[in-house]
């Protein structure tokens, strides 16, 4: 991985369908916390019924505040993208949420996943814009593999800027992240 600095640096963390980013995003997320830094954005957990991913919440990192996202079943006045129903609310509230965190500054935005939905024009793609214009010196993204070329393409992230979540430990992604935070806030000291 690069040392360069971007303005606005975005890192994706990827792995597999199902293969622990939210689990290593949420381990993530409470390790820079302990080591100071403000972090924003949501998580998205998943909920399983016999072993099959029925469903996802939204949680905000910042307050714990918790909503029912999509369920593999179909629910009224939800929306149907492949074989998930997605809570409108949900959404709305994400994008709230990210707006709420970055009148604290954050050092860090996590959106938890950018994905399909994404790609087609919906989702968390108005998030997305929002953060692109704002100040928040990283964004944090997880992303599938199946998916990871075209989200950088379509948002033009280097290589360098990758996580794979079974090759790089926790600990120096934390640093990576803290030496990027660092290395911006200096930036912003001598303009």
């Not at 911006?184 to 303009?191: G, V």
Request: glycine share 8%.
């Amino acid at each position: 991985m690069s040392n360069a600095v971007q303005v606005r640096t975005i890192l994706l963390i990827t792995g597999p369908v199902q293969g622990g980013k939210t689990t290593f995003l949420t381990e993530l997320v409470e390790l820079l916390k302990k080591k100071g830094l403000r972090v924003g954005g949501f998580l998205c957990p998943g909920s399983f019924d016999s072993d099959k991913r029925s469903g996802f919440y939204l949680k905000n990192i910042g307050t714990g505040a918790e909503l029912p996202m999509a369920s593999d079943r179909e629910v009224s006045d939800w929306v149907k993208f492949r074989r998930f129903w997605f809570n409108p609310d949900a959404f709305n509230r994400g994008m709230k949420w990210i707006q709420a965190s970055l009148v604290q500054e954050p050092d860090v935005v996590v959106i938890d996943e950018v994905g399909p939905m994404e790609l087609e024009g919906s989702g968390w793609l108005e998030s997305i814009e929002l953060l692109q214009t704002s100040s928040v010196p990283l964004q944090l993204w997880s992303v599938r593999e199946t998916i990871l070329d075209q989200v950088m393409q379509r948002w033009n992230i280097s290589p360098d800027h990758l996580i794979h979540i079974y090759k790089t430990e926790l600990s120096q992604v934390a640093e990576l992240i803290i030496g990027i935070e660092k290395a911006y806030r200096e930036s912003k000291h001598i303009q």
